[in-house]
């Protein structure tokens, strides 16, 4: 029998709302690294980011995540300015 992706327990709404924020900034910002040019920076972000979600995987309390989700959109933002004066 292979391994759920569910998490074990009944999320409320509020819960799986933050769950699919979260999943769509992670996804977004692959995207953006998937766009360096160098492949040693592209690495090193791509480990960046998935220590830094799996770091904060346990994270419950509604306001850290919400500013965690903020701080990662701002990031987010700074990356993709970064990529596009690059790319000019």
């Known amino acids: 029998m292979t391994a759920s992706r569910l998490p074990p ?25 998937r766009q360096v040019p160098n492949d040693a920076d592209r690495r090193y972000l791509k480990d960046w980011a998935r220590e830094e979600f799996k770091k904060n995987k346990s994270a419950t309390e509604e306001d850290t995540i919400r500013m965690m989700i903020t701080q990662g959109n701002m990031q987010l933002k700074e990356l993709e300015k970064t990529l596009a004066l690059a790319k000019s």
């Open 9 to 33: 327990v009944t999320l409320t709404l509020k819960q799986f709302i933050r769950r699919q924020q979260v999943l769509l900034l992670y996804r977004r910002i692959l995207q953006a690294i």
